[in-house]
């Protein structure tokens, strides 16, 4: 009788620290939120936002016929014969169309589909809504991490910590701006990169299937890759930590899975 008195009490606790930890994640994006808010509305200047820009660019491109008909390259003009051959040094097609191919495609095109799959257009504000949740699941991902390398602890210590991580990302001045106001690369990859530092981690565990694992990070280091060069780096990161560990089991699935999704990603 007291025993199950005694679960009960412990299952209520539980549940009531969850419920504190997600009020607290909340509350801290939310003031994240407020702190920008004055930033949110206004138009594109120069800290960093050409990224913003180029976006709406391929974007207005695209839906003139659509990212297939060219291959999902990034081209950088409309189809009217005005738009054509327009700047000096880029790279042409013998139509005259104009493509950026500094970075890889996915960080427009992921933009891209994203507005398309709830049918609106994409503009400076709706791209700024969208970056932002990039920035919250990129802070949730820290807060897993967190969560799991800290899993042996007391439930209170372990999600504390987790909360602590999730703060330090969320109000960090880089992550604060490139993950509201200015759309990169970077905005769209860090919540992949971080995706796949928690599979590295998690793949740790005891009973871990290592083959969902390697599939995990492969399909996460095609899209890293496909999205920003960290992919590739990140990707050489954990080919050289299994060479490094040989025995490792982990490491080495990890690294297969990053190899070939990377690969296919380039």
């Known amino acids: 009788m007291g025993g199950g008195k005694s679960d009960a009490h412990i299952s209520s606790w539980l549940t009531a620290s969850r419920v504190i930890v997600i009020v607290a994640l909340a509350a801290l994006f939310a003031v994240s939120v407020w702190i920008r808010l004055p930033y949110l509305p206004r138009a594109m200047q120069w800290h960093h936002e050409e990224g913003t820009a180029r976006t709406l660019v391929h974007s207005a491109a695209w839906l003139e016929d659509g990212p297939t008909a060219w291959g999902y390259m990034l081209r950088m003009n409309l189809n009217s014969p005005g738009d054509k051959y327009l700047g000096q040094g880029a790279l042409y097609d013998d139509a005259g169309n104009q493509y950026y191919y500094s970075l890889p495609p996915g960080h427009p095109l992921f933009m891209y589909l994203a507005h398309r799959v709830v049918g609106a257009e994409p503009s400076v504000r709706s791209i700024r809504?969208?970056?932002?949740?990039?920035?919250?699941?990129?802070?949730?991902?820290?807060?897993?991490?967190?969560?799991?390398?800290?899993?042996?602890?007391?439930?209170?210590?372990?999600?504390?910590?987790?909360?602590?991580?999730?703060?330090?990302?969320?109000?960090?001045?880089?992550?604060?701006?490139?993950?509201?106001?200015?759309?990169?690369?970077?905005?769209?990859?860090?919540?992949?990169?971080?995706?796949?530092?928690?599979?590295?981690?998690?793949?740790?565990?005891?009973?871990?299937?290592?083959?969902?694992?390697?599939?995990?990070?492969?399909?996460?280091?095609?899209?890293?890759?496909?999205?920003?060069?960290?992919?590739?780096?990140?990707?050489?990161?954990?080919?050289?930590?299994?060479?490094?560990?040989?025995?490792?089991?982990?490491?080495?699935?990890?690294?297969?899975?990053?190899?070939?999704?990377?690969?296919?990603?380039?």
């Open 129 to 266: 809504h969208v970056n932002l949740a990039l920035h919250l699941i990129s802070g949730l991902l820290v807060f897993l991490i967190v969560r799991e390398v800290t899993r042996k602890l007391p439930y209170a210590w372990s999600a504390t910590a987790g909360v602590v991580a999730f703060g330090f990302y969320i109000f960090s001045p880089v992550s604060l701006w490139y993950q509201s106001n200015a759309y990169t690369s970077a905005s769209a990859v860090m919540p992949l990169f971080v995706a796949a530092v928690f599979v590295a981690v998690r793949a740790y565990r005891p009973d871990t299937n290592l083959r969902v694992a390697g599939l995990a990070m492969g399909g996460i280091s095609l899209l890293m890759s496909y999205t920003e060069w960290l992919g590739p780096a990140f990707a050489l990161a954990v080919l050289l930590l299994a060479l490094v560990r040989r025995s490792d089991r982990v490491a080495r699935a990890l690294a297969i899975g990053a190899l070939v999704g990377s690969g296919l990603g380039i």
